[in-house]
């Protein structure tokens, strides 16, 4: 959901779904993290989630590039929360995915949802140098390949999997 004032003003989007809140702002992504202690008895499980952040900050991008939702949804979003109207947020509209533009020089970044995944591309065009393409991770305990060239990150929740790149090439939308 594009950002309208409901969250901190550094967000342009956020993505909620089950065990994290993606925040998406112009130096990357921030991911809040929930994870449930699953030894803790039934009788305990008043206990909160513990909470953990993941950053992914693009490194030496344009600053505060353009921002753009695609593919609107048809959902919309609304927050009443307080007692004055005024501060309420309504018709929050929803996408599909989320472009940044020119985060390089020819380089865009989209971000959207697959199969209830959060996934990222970085999108080429003709001429331009994906060796620009660099970030770095905070707040993992540990981070590695894994044999099939996946991206590992272990966290104090488990571990999260990012799939190793594939590169394609579109040629006449195919």
Do not use: C, M
Request: aromatic share 10%.
């Amino acid at each position: 959901e594009a950002n309208h004032g409901q969250i901190d003003s550094r967000v342009k989007f956020v993505s909620r779904a089950a065990g994290y809140t993606a925040f998406l702002t112009s130096e990357g992504l921030v991911l809040s993290l929930r994870t449930v202690d699953h030894s803790i008895e039934k009788t305990l499980s008043r206990i909160p989630p513990k909470h953990e952040t993941l950053q992914f900050k693009i490194l030496g991008a344009t600053k505060n590039p353009v921002a753009v939702g695609e593919v609107p949804q048809p959902g919309l979003v609304n927050y009443f929360i307080g007692n004055n109207p005024a501060k309420w947020q309504k018709h929050v509209p929803t996408y599909a995915q989320v472009r940044y533009k020119n985060i390089y020089p020819g380089i865009d970044l989209l971000y959207y949802g697959n199969h209830r995944q959060l996934e990222f591309d970085f999108a080429v065009a003709p001429g331009a140098d994906p060796g620009q393409i660099q970030f770095e991770i905070q707040g993992a305990g540990q981070i590695h390949l894994d044999a099939e060239g996946n991206l590992v990150l272990t966290t104090g929740g488990g571990k999260i999997h990012f799939q190793a790149p594939t590169v394609y090439q579109e040629s006449h939308g195919q």
